[in-house]
C-alpha cells in the first residue's frame, strides 16, 4: 500500500488475526494494494499530520469518523450501548448507572430509540 507503514508480510499477520477472531470475510492484500484509494474514500477517517514545535512528526485522526464507523458497523454496533438503562439496584455497566440516567441530556446520550414494531421514538418528542 502506498504510504503504508505495514509490509505485506505485516498485512498478512493482521489479516490472520481478525480471521482468528471471527471477521468472516477478508480482501486479500492484492486487493487492499488495488483498492486503497476506493477504501479510504469509504472507510477513512481523513487523519491530518502535524509537526510539533521539536519537530516531531505525528498524526490525528478524526474521532467523530471512527464513531460513526464502529456504529456503522454490524459486528461491533451490536455491543456499544448509547441508551441508559434502569438495572434496579444492580450495577455491573457503566449505561446503568444514575449519572447516565439523569444528568446526561438525552439528546446526546441517545437520540432516538427504536420499539420491538420497528417504530422510531425521539428525544423530546411527542410519542403518539
Not at 8 to 14: A, F, H, I, Q
Not at 102 to 122: C, I, R, T, W
Request: proline share 5%.
Amino acid at each position: 500500500l502506498p504510504r503504508s507503514l505495514f509490509s505485506e508480510t505485516e498485512l498478512e499477520g493482521v489479516r490472520w488475526f481478525a480471521h482468528s477472531n471471527g471477521v468472516p470475510t477478508l480482501p486479500t492484500v492484492k486487493t487492499l494494494k488495488h483498492e486503497r484509494s476506493d477504501i479510504t474514500a469509504v472507510a477513512g477517517s481523513k487523519p491530518r499530520m502535524f509537526t510539533s514545535q521539536m519537530d516531531n512528526m505525528f498524526v490525528m485522526a478524526n474521532l467523530e469518523t471512527i464513531i460513526r464507523h464502529e456504529f456503522a458497523n454490524p459486528l461491533v454496533a451490536q455491543h456499544l450501548h448509547d441508551l441508559p438503562e434502569d438495572s434496579g439496584e444492580s450495577l455491573s455497566e457503566c449505561w446503568q448507572a444514575r449519572r447516565w440516567r439523569h444528568e446526561v441530556a438525552g439528546n446526546l446520550a441517545g437520540p432516538m430509540a427504536q420499539g420491538a414494531s420497528g417504530k422510531d421514538y425521539f428525544v423530546d418528542e411527542v410519542a403518539m
